[in-house]
């Protein structure tokens, strides 16, 4: 499994080993060890981990399948599975993250098959917090917010015994805080002995290309959201910039924006008084049949009653459907199937990285068509990652 390390130990300093995630997009996880104590950055799950056993994925270092005193933290740098999903398995280990992160992780809990564990809230743990050190065992660090799909995503300068590591977490430049990538370019930390950086775009673009801002995005959305019919957007909820552009499009273009429980959970974790939530205009609240039967399941009433506000029940989307744009899944293609007439006319958005489009999961919906790159509409894909 080991596949890199840096610093050897005639340099002094510390050792790194990256587990997984040179070789591939996702699945990060990197050891750090100094004078016998370790941390982890990320302990993320393979983007094409499918049905396998979490097990069998983790990484072969002492301390995770079962507890080892010398591993002292998993520090998650942002709220994407690839970065943190096998942290499931390690419910032992104190995790270390933003403290929007982790609210954000832990109001997903009840809709994931595989939650963050309970180490995401041990007492005594210190967040992630832009520019303020904490220390771990013999490793200062300092995060640096950055701009990411994922909200409040760090990379992080780590020094140990006078060696300086800095590692990207996952970074772009094209978001609503693409500030952060230019206060980084022209501030960066200095001196710096060895850099961990992430590349899962890099080679995607033409040299004379660049990836298109949020705010084109919306004007994108904007011009799409004017045909009449119902829309998808499938969109992650946890892509906070991108709700917000698909929410301004609604307002824009006089559509209503169906939000479902889990979505509202996350937004509203994010301790934003900004982000849309229940309650807003241009905005309803729509359980879908399957959230509806987990909350059944699992006696989650809270959760309803948190955003009973403008809740808007099945029946009633008929009149509305064809102006309505819903943060889209497929496990909602049959509350729309029992909707007469809400297909027609109806499209679909494609608001990922277009890899995850070519899965068995997506091949085989048979209402929707899909917005790709390469579909037969034509129309580009809207963003990546
Ligand atoms: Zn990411």
Request: with cysteine; net charge neutral.
């Amino acid at each position: 499994m080991r596949e890199n390390s840096i610093f050897g130990d005639h340099l002094g300093g510390f050792s790194v080993c990256i587990h997984r995630g040179a070789r591939q997009i996702g699945g990060t996880c990197i050891e750090l060890a100094c004078e016998d104590q370790r941390i982890l950055l990320d302990l993320g799950l393979p983007l094409d981990a499918g049905d396998e056993d979490p097990t069998s994925l983790l990484p072969e270092n002492d301390g995770l399948k079962v507890a080892d005193p010398s591993l002292l933290a998993l520090i998650v740098s942002h709220g994407h599975a690839d970065h943190w999903g096998l942290a499931s398995q390690v419910s032992h280990l104190p995790i270390i993250t933003g403290a929007a992160t982790r609210r954000m992780l832990r109001a997903a809990a009840p809709f994931v098959p595989r939650p963050i564990p309970d180490g995401i809230d041990a007492p005594g743990v210190p967040d992630l917090v832009d520019h303020k050190t904490i220390q771990v065992g013999p490793f200062s660090i300092t995060p640096y917010l950055v701009d990411h799909s994922a909200y409040d995503a760090y990379a992080m300068l780590i020094e140990a015994n006078g060696r300086r590591l800095f590692y990207s977490g996952d970074l772009r430049a094209h978001g609503r805080k693409a500030a952060l990538f230019e206060r980084l370019v022209e501030k960066p930390p200095q001196p710096i002995h060895a850099m961990l950086m992430e590349g899962s775009s890099l080679g995607r673009l033409q040299p004379d290309q660049t990836f298109e801002t949020e705010s084109q995005i919306e004007d994108r959305l904007v011009e799409r959201f004017q045909q009449p019919g119902f829309i998808g957007v499938n969109a992650s909820a946890q892509n906070v910039d991108r709700v917000v552009s698909i929410y301004r499009a609604c307002k824009r273009t006089g559509r209503t924006l169906l939000l479902d429980l889990y979505a509202l959970e996350v937004l509203a974790a994010t301790g934003n008084q900004n982000i849309p939530r229940e309650g807003w205009p241009s905005l309803n609240v729509y359980v879908p049949e399957y959230q509806r039967l987990r909350i059944v399941k699992n006696q989650r009433f809270d959760i309803v009653d948190r955003h009973r506000v403008n809740r808007i029940y099945r029946e009633a989307l008929q009149d509305k459907i064809g102006q309505a744009v819903m943060l889209f899944r497929p496990a909602m293609v049959r509350d729309i199937d029992l909707v007469p007439g809400a297909w027609a006319g109806a499209r679909v958005i494609w608001s990922h990285w277009d890899g995850y489009l070519r899965t068995e999961d997506m091949k085989h919906q048979p209402t929707v068509s899909f917005f790709t790159p390469t579909g037969s509409c034509k129309v580009p894909r809207l963003s990546a990652h």
